[in-house]
């Protein structure tokens, strides 16, 4: 990898992956308004978008070890740039929601690759703790800038505009990224796991449904879907997420770790924006501008969190992000029924430096699990944070209800505590 605009496009496009799981969100009242949709048609939004990321992330990663990353990446960024298209001149919610499901399938096809590219131009480890940091820390602020970026756009252009954005970055970012040239890899045999990735798609569907409109016939579609979901998996040759026994546990704990936090973050972020437009009155533009203190910290510490985790260890990095954190939702949690905004400001900019610091030693976490598999393994930890997402999303919008209820707001401060109890004790637990 010689040009150096090719780690720059790699990391764009990993920004513009998690962009769009966040950056709809202020612009849901304008689509609702457009678009002649309800609660459920709003929340399908985002979730369309990261139910097939999560779903399809793992076999992804098999997709770009067997036909090649390089590949997978640009297929994956034409895809996606076609489906943003789809998505801005969308006429109904049908087709928006279609178009989100499409960007969700582009994205988890080449979200795997643009790690595994840039970790294979290494030379060693502290190189590649490096990359990780990098890496970590262009995805950790493209959460809480969808948002901001989302206000902006929206109360200038309309909804239409969070969409057309994508166009042009993935125009450009193509181009370094199919003329680059990479180490050949050996070839491998492995075969994409299709039904294992089907019935994932199908579990997570159902259980985001089952959440936000409770229904015993899904319910039960469901418990099928995970039924031959683990059959299938046992049977399977190559399975969604096939690593050396000794890495399994390591795997799963890092996975655990980054599912619940995008469980908390996304779910939070839902209710935050929702907050600040519904509840405060605030403008697009001025509610994406409030959550800028928690965006600043995000690109800042990747680069720290890489040494600290050099200096003390990956999980006692996590587990001091995962207080610090805990401490900012819960001044989040003071501040909602108040008008304090230090307290407000503080729990934003907790929230966002240990979100800073978490996302890297979580993902290093999960490379290190693995290091003979590192496009299975990035999939596999990218897949949980997109599950914990959507799950999250689901979970904060049934408990907090539609905004103009009466009880939207205490729904709400017990959406913040419940993340700040969640993130407290995953602390506790994995210091070691």
Same mark, same amino acid.
Not at 305 to 316: L, M
Not at 380 to 387: D, E, F, G, I, T
């Given at each position: 990898m010689t040009d150096r605009r090719t780690p720059f496009a790699l990391c764009a496009g990993y920004f513009l992956v998690l962009l769009d799981v966040t950056v709809v969100n202020v612009a849901l009242p304008s689509l609702g308004t457009s678009l002649h949709t309800g609660a459920s048609g709003l929340a399908w939004i985002v979730d369309a978008y990261t139910t097939p990321l999560a779903a399809l992330l793992p076999a992804s990663g098999a997709?770009?070890?067997?036909?090649?990353?390089?590949?997978?990446?640009? &297929?994956?960024?034409?895809?996606?740039? $076609?489906a943003s298209v789809?998505? #801005?001149?969308?006429?109904? /919610?049908?087709?928006? /929601? %279609?178009?989100?499901?499409?960007?969700?399938?582009? &994205? =988890?096809?080449?979200?795997?690759?643009t790690l595994a590219l840039l970790t294979e131009s290494a030379v060693d480890e502290r190189a590649r703790t490096k990359i990780v940091a990098r890496w970590a820390a262009v995805g950790g602020a493209a959460l809480p800038a969808g948002p901001l970026l989302g206000g902006l756009l929206v109360q200038q252009l309309g909804w239409c505009s969070v969409f057309w954005v994508n166009v042009p970055v993935i125009a450009a970012a193509l181009i370094p990224v199919a003329a680059a040239r990479f180490l050949p890899r050996p070839p491998t045999s492995r075969r994409v796991d299709w039904l294992g990735a089907g019935l994932l798609a199908l579990l997570i569907g159902s259980v985001v449904t089952v959440i936000s409109a409770p229904s015993a016939v899904v319910a039960l579609l469901?418990? +099928?879907?995970?039924?031959?979901?683990?059959?299938?998996?046992?049977?399977?040759?190559?399975?969604? %997420?096939?690593?050396?026994?000794?890495?399994?546990?390591?795997?799963?704990? #890092?996975?655990?770790?980054?599912?619940? $936090?995008?469980?908390?973050?996304?779910?939070?972020?839902?209710?935050?924006?929702?907050?600040?437009?519904?509840?405060?009155?605030?403008?697009?533009?001025?509610?994406?501008?409030?959550?800028?203190? +928690?965006?600043?910290?995000?690109?800042?510490?990747?680069p720290?969190?890489?040494? /600290?985790?050099?200096? /003390?260890?990956?999980?006692?990095?996590?587990? &001091?992000?995962?207080?610090v954190g805990a401490t900012g939702f819960a001044l989040l949690a003071c501040s909602v029924t108040g008008d304090d905004s230090a307290v407000l400001f503080a729990g934003l900019v907790l929230w966002g430096s240990g979100l800073g610091v978490l996302t890297p030693a979580v993902v290093t976490a999960a490379l290190r699990s693995a290091p003979r598999s590192a496009g299975t393994a990035s999939g596999?930890?990218? =897949?949980?944070?997109?599950?914990g997402g959507t799950i999250g999303v689901a979970v904060a919008g049934a408990i907090a209800g539609?905004?103009?209820?009466?009880r939207f707001v205490s729904h709400a401060t017990f959406v913040l505590i419940g993340a700040a109890v969640c993130f407290a004790v995953t602390a506790a637990l994995v210091y070691r």
């Open positions: 997709i770009g070890e067997r036909l090649g990353h390089r590949r997978a990446v640009v &297929a994956g960024f034409a895809a996606f740039g $076609m789809l998505c #801005a001149v969308a006429p109904s /919610i049908l087709v928006l /929601i %279609v178009g989100r499901g499409v960007q969700g399938v582009a &994205a =988890a096809l080449m979200l795997p690759g469901a418990v +099928a879907a995970a039924v031959g979901l683990v059959h299938a998996e046992r049977r399977s040759p190559d399975p969604l %997420v096939r690593v050396e026994p000794s890495a399994r546990r390591p795997l799963l704990r #890092a996975c655990v770790v980054a599912g619940l $936090m995008n469980l908390c973050t996304l779910g939070v972020l839902f209710v935050l924006t929702q907050l600040f437009q519904d509840v405060r009155g605030l403008s697009p533009r001025a509610a994406g501008l409030s959550l800028l203190p +928690a965006m600043l910290p995000l690109p800042l510490l990747g720290v969190a890489g040494r /600290i985790v050099t200096v /003390i260890g990956v999980w006692r990095t996590a587990s &001091a992000a995962l207080a596999a930890s990218n =897949a949980s944070r997109q599950l539609a905004p103009d209820s009466a």
